[in-house]
């Protein structure tokens, strides 16, 4: 009979060493892997982190550069309703209202006096009915338009209405004027697209299939 086949001394010694050899690697390797995920990990978060923060201090730059044209609206006695009886008192200040030209990212400015029936602005005049129904992609009904413009008592974000190309939709900010008073007799509105905020992204959202949001206060999603 032959006799078993017995693996050689040396073999098996080398099969030992090999495995003594590789315990170390793995584990090496593992903490090595380990370590370089953790750091990776660790710059994406604080890159993004660092867009984030470049979002929110453009959309504040933005907001504060609205906030500061309805401070000075609030401090022109020429826009006041004491100032403003007439047509003739309309047309001869509401160049007043000319802030487009010094600012691309809005698309116009507009001056409700309370209690009245016309929305105008630096070019233009509308009537209430007038408006809501050239700007239905505002969502805007005449009497929802009516009410908000005679009740606002803080400034408010509005929600876009859903659909639509960006650079078709309309965003608001409105203002009851004078800011911060107990009892405005104005509101203003600014009016800006979707497309010149998401232009703005884009400038700081560099890698390839990132996005962004933007929520109002009552948490609703303005754009994305």
Do not use: C
Not at 158 to 171: C, D, S
């Amino acid at each position: 009979m032959r006799k078993p086949y017995a693996t050689p001394t040396f073999l098996r010694f080398l099969l030992s060493y090999v495995i003594v050899l590789l315990v170390p690697f793995v584990l090496l390797w593992t903490l090595m892997y380990s370590h370089f995920m953790g750091v990776q990990k660790s710059q994406l978060l604080e890159s993004t982190e660092q867009v984030l923060l470049q979002i929110r201090n453009t959309m504040d730059t933005k907001t504060r550069e609205m906030t500061n044209i309805a401070s000075k609206v609030s401090t022109e006695p020429e826009l006041s309703p004491y100032q403003i009886q007439s047509f003739f008192e309309v047309y001869h200040n509401q160049r007043l209202l000319n802030y487009t030209s010094s600012n691309q990212f809005i698309g116009d400015v507009l001056l409700y006096l309370r209690g009245g029936s016309y929305l105008f602005s630096s070019t233009s005049s509308y009537t209430l009915d007038m408006y809501a129904n050239l700007n239905k992609d505002l969502g805007w009904t005449p009497s929802e338009l009516s009410d908000q413009l005679n009740h606002l008592d803080k400034p408010v974000l509005r929600k876009p209405v859903p659909g639509g190309e960006p650079a078709n939709k309309k965003l608001q900010m409105l203002y009851p004027i004078p800011l911060n008073s107990t009892k405005p007799y104005s509101t203003l509105l600014i009016t800006f697209t979707e497309e010149s905020v998401r232009q703005l992204f884009d400038a700081i959202l560099t890698i390839p299939g990132s996005n962004a949001a933007i929520y109002n206060e009552q948490n609703e999603l303005i754009t994305a």
